[in-house]
């Protein structure tokens, strides 16, 4: 299957990454290469760094960039070491970086992968095919508290404990192989007037993929660090799909903008801790009306923008 991922937030996101035709930027998350392109497209003496963990990812992006040569370098790995991989190259300081979080379409389109509810496949859902962990294996393996823990802090769903309760009991008599096998388990697990409101399975698979791929776990250890790699005046833009994921790098953002942690009653500060630059956007830019149209996966996008302080 050819990998498709519709870029979103494109034009926003470029314009805010506000590229130099001498700079040196990064796409953590480079997918079908979209966002990846606009970027090239507009560098000249600059470099552009592309990491992605799903090796489809990388054949595609690295086809599609092919054109912009020797400015493009291409690496098939977690955005979590983006700076150990840039420091072992000689980079020290970028002009800015992009994380297009979590699924992309091809992986949610490509039936065998099992990341959707959508098609009967073996459950997988591993985003990085190197790596052991398995949905299957948190299904049939994670501990009933463990699972109840997953879906609800990750999924968000108000009958966790339920689904949790029913997948143990399922699993009991044979393991559970398949993402159709996991559906009816849910859906037996869902009240019948619970399931008219979306798909009963929608938010565990959320909860299973998220835990699969440790994605928030790996976003939470890596804002401060690649914020910590921008140049002055170098711009991060991060898209997030997830409530979760939002409040993560809003958090982080408005930390680094303002680090101090004294008291409110003292009149000045004394923990001497510098802010490291400001956040651009104060409140997330939203997919347009014409986006949305064409593309309804982007509805719950959010762009958050932090610039790095100049002198710092």
Do not use: W
Not at 185 to 214: L, W, Y
Not at 287 to 297: D, Q
Not at 304 to 309: H, M
């Amino acid at each position: 299957m050819d990998f498709t991922h519709y870029s979103v937030l494109l034009e926003e996101t470029i314009e805010e990454l506000n590229v130099k035709p001498d700079g040196i930027y990064v796409d953590g998350t480079l997918g079908g290469g979209g966002h990846a392109c606009q970027v090239c497209s507009r560098l000249e003496e600059g470099h552009f760094y592309g990491f992605d963990q799903d090796a489809d990812a990388i054949c595609a992006a690295g086809s599609r960039l092919a054109p912009f040569g020797d400015r493009v370098t291409i690496l098939h790995d977690n955005y979590q070491n983006i700076r150990t991989s840039l420091e072992g190259r000689g980079i020290k300081g970028v002009d800015g970086i992009l994380l297009d979080l979590g699924v992309s379409s091809h992986q949610l389109d490509a039936g065998d992968r099992g990341f959707s509810y959508r098609f009967d496949a073996p459950l997988d859902m591993r985003m990085d095919r190197r790596q052991t962990l398995t949905a299957r294996n948190i299904v049939n393996d994670y501990p009933e508290g463990e699972l109840y823990r997953v879906i609800r802090d990750y999924g968000e769903d108000k009958f966790a404990k339920n689904i949790a309760k029913h997948i143990v009991k399922a699993r009991a008599d044979k393991p559970i192989e398949t993402t159709f096998e996991l559906n009816e388990i849910i859906r037996r697990a869902v009240p019948a007037k619970m399931r008219q409101d979306g798909h009963p399975s929608r938010q565990t698979f959320q909860a299973i993929r998220i835990e699969c791929n440790r994605e928030l776990e790996v976003l939470k250890d890596s804002l401060d660090d690649l914020i910590g790699l921008l140049n002055p005046g170098g711009r991060f833009c991060v898209i997030t799909f997830h409530s979760l994921e939002d409040r993560l790098v809003k958090t982080t953002f408005r930390k680094n903008e303002n680090p101090c942690i004294c008291p409110d009653s003292f009149p000045v500060c004394v923990c001497g801790r510098v802010s490291r630059g400001k956040v651009v956007t104060r409140k997330p830019i939203l997919p347009g009306e014409k986006e949305l149209a064409e593309n309804s996966r982007s509805r719950s996008a959010r762009l958050r923008v932090f610039e790095k302080r100049h002198g710092g």
